[in-house]
């Protein structure tokens, strides 16, 4: 860190002088980013105590999608975390149940898994534990544990895919389960090879000259040491103004974040740093989803994060940086999902479902 200050210093004072160009060799910088990032994986990672088979993704792939796994049967993983859409759903914050609006825009799915724990305050501890989550929420799935296992087990196919996902097991067709599928599915949703970990990989040209530039923004402004590892984020939390808090337009008032999860007055307004992998995808910004503008966000981090005054043209060479984060989209087919059958319980509209 104290070498990130220095160079920090040092290209500062290039600036003052008026010379913007000499920054860091491409072997100095690579080692630098090497040491902050960890390149996204080609191929989904194993799971702690649920092992993935070819059976259980495809399970898992198919209730992603699966529309009846909430009470209107309208409303499934894919409405907020469209596939389509790098993982978000391009809402300031999502509209669930009854067109319900939840608190907190939603964060991609998309290499979620490398997150150390869930939601923007962290408090469900996996993707499995996740899962379970949505499914139940009243302004988002507003179902019950109950209401999809009738569901799934009304329909025969469903039935015999659970068997072969989950073999040797007594009663295969369970809520755990259904969190347990969707979890190696979205292992499975990862953006490889973005610039940031080409460039790390050896090839000097996977990053314009600009992105260069941001990159050693990001590092020695001190951004890199929130938004680290395999993310660029997503591993440990923070308060949402460190220095200077933001405004109730960006940060409102009545989301204390993690302070709800852990009843710590230290942890009041502290979130988990987001990641940034496929960022330019994913707007609108911050858990209030109240920010449209990537230059704004990253503005809006210097100072209260950083208590520093981000000039335009370096919040656009990090911006630069930050559009090299954009990752190969996985390609996912909508499956086709076996049909009801008489016995299936019928869709349910009303609002008035389980707080979550
Ligand atoms: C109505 C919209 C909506 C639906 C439907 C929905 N989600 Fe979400 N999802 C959200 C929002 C909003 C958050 C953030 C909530 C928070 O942090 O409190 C979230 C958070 C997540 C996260 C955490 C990501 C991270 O980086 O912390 C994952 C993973 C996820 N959802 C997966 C799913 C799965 C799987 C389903 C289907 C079973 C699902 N979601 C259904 C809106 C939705
Ligand atoms: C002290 C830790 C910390 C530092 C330093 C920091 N961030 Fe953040 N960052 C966070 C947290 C926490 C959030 C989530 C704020 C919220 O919405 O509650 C965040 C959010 C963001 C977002 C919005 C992500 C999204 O999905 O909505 C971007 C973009 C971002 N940071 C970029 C940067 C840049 C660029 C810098 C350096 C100029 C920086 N951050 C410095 C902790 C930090």
Redesign the pocket.
């Known amino acids: 860190m104290k070498r990130g200050i220095a160079l920090a210093l040092f290209s500062v004072g290039l600036m003052a002088l008026g010379v913007t160009s000499s920054f860091a060799s491409d072997t100095e910088l690579r080692a630098q980013a090497q040491g902050m990032f960890k390149p996204i994986p080609q191929a989904a990672p194993q799971i702690k105590d649920n092992a993935a088979t070819a059976d259980k993704v495809l399970l898992g792939q198919m209730l992603y999608f699966e529309p009846r796994l909430s009470s209107s049967q309208l409303i499934s993983c894919q409405t907020c975390h469209n596939v389509g859409l790098a993982g978000a759903d391009l809402q300031e914050t999502s509209t669930g149940h009854g067109w319900q609006k939840g608190p907190r825009?939603a964060?991609t799915t998309y290499n979620a898994v490398f997150n150390t724990a869930q939601f923007?305050d962290g408090r469900a501890e996996d993707l499995a534990a996740q899962a379970k989550g949505p499914v139940q929420a009243g302004v988002e799935m507003s179902n019950t544990p109950e209401g999809v296992v009738a569901v799934l087990k009304s329909i025969p196919q469903y039935v015999e895919l659970f068997g072969k996902a989950f073999p040797g097991q007594k009663d295969p067709v369970s809520f755990d389960n259904m969190a347990n599928a969707i979890e190696v599915f979205e292992a499975t949703l990862l953006t490889p090879n973005d610039a940031l970990d080409r460039y790390m990989a050896g090839d000097d040209n996977a990053l314009s000259a600009d992105q260069k530039k941001g990159l050693e923004l990001?590092i020695n402004?001190?951004?890199a040491?929130?938004?680290d590892g395999i993310n660029l984020g997503g591993s440990d939390y923070?308060p949402?103004g460190?220095v200077e808090q933001p405004g109730a337009n960006v940060l409102p008032l009545d989301d204390k974040?993690r302070f709800k999860v852990t009843n710590t007055a230290s942890d009041e307004y502290v979130?988990?740093?987001?990641a940034?992998r496929n960022?330019a995808l994913?707007a609108p910004?911050?858990?209030?989803g109240k920010v449209w503008s990537?230059e704004q966000?990253?503005a809006i981090?210097?100072s209260s994060?950083?208590g520093m005054d981000?000039n335009d043209e370096e919040v656009a060479l990090?911006v630069a940086f930050?559009n090299g984060l954009t990752g190969e989209q996985p390609v996912v087919t909508h499956p086709v999902l076996p049909p009801s059958t008489k016995t299936t319980p019928k869709p349910m509209l009303q609002i008035g479902g389980s707080a979550h």
């Open positions: 825009n964060p923007w990001f402004n001190g951004c040491s929130c938004h923070f949402f460190v974040g979130f988990r740093s987001p940034l960022i994913t910004y911050f858990h209030s990537l966000a990253v981090m210097g994060q950083l981000i990090i930050l």
